[in-house]
């Protein structure tokens, strides 16, 4: 099993920062992909990063390329999310996940094991 914690969440105005946090505990973290999802009131949950178990692969959707950054820290079992030029549409539930398995790059909810509870970010205009 693997608990997951997000914490960093809150209300920022548009072109403003924030960074999300994700503390896990249980089994190695170092043995997971870790990624971030969001998701908006009446829309499907929508992948935004995933980064290897070492931390030297990310890869970003579109969306939030050149804006947003995924990192972890294996030491303190900890991935982040540090998010700038936020915009009103960045307005959601953010969580976190793991997947354990060969392949760590997946951008599919499905694929992965273990989720947080959530963080709610929310981007004035």
């Known amino acids: 099993q693997v608990q997951l914690v997000e914490s960093g969440g809150g209300l920022v105005q548009a072109g403003g920062s924030l960074r999300l946090s994700c503390a896990a505990s249980g089994r190695t973290f170092s043995s997971y992909g870790m990624g971030w999802f969001r998701q908006s009131p009446g829309k499907e949950r929508e992948f935004v990063a995933v980064?290897?178990?070492?931390?030297?692969?990310?890869y970003s959707a579109d969306s939030v390329k050149g804006r947003f950054t995924i990192s972890r820290d294996n030491a303190k079992n900890t991935v982040y999310l540090q998010m700038n030029s936020l915009k009103p549409e960045d307005t959601a539930v953010y969580y976190c996940a793991a997947n354990y398995g060969t392949n760590w790059r997946r951008v599919q909810a499905n694929g992965y094991d273990y989720w947080g509870q959530g963080t709610q970010v929310t981007v004035s205009s």
């Open positions: 980064i290897s178990w070492s931390g030297g692969g990310t």
